[in-house]
């Protein structure tokens, strides 16, 4: 597994803790409406973040962090 896929599967996971789901965009061509990389969708299937497949796995590691339970 490299680096990156492994970085990759950390982010999925702290998002899955949340009820979260992260998804890639498998578009070939890529247009306004695909930036082909990751959007962050929520439990109820909305997309919170990305919403034109444009998040970088650096930014939503930093949105599920602002949004996860602080252990105290």
Known sequence: MSEDSAYEARVR?????????????????????????YQLINDRNTVIG????????DSLA?????ESPRAT
């Open 13 to 37: 996971r702290a998002a899955k803790r949340l009820g979260w789901r992260i998804e890639k965009s498998r578009a070939r061509n890529l247009h306004s409406n695909n930036r082909g990389l």
């Open 50 to 57: 990305g919403v034109d497949y444009d998040a970088t796995l």
């Open 62 to 66: 930093h949105w599920i962090e602002q």
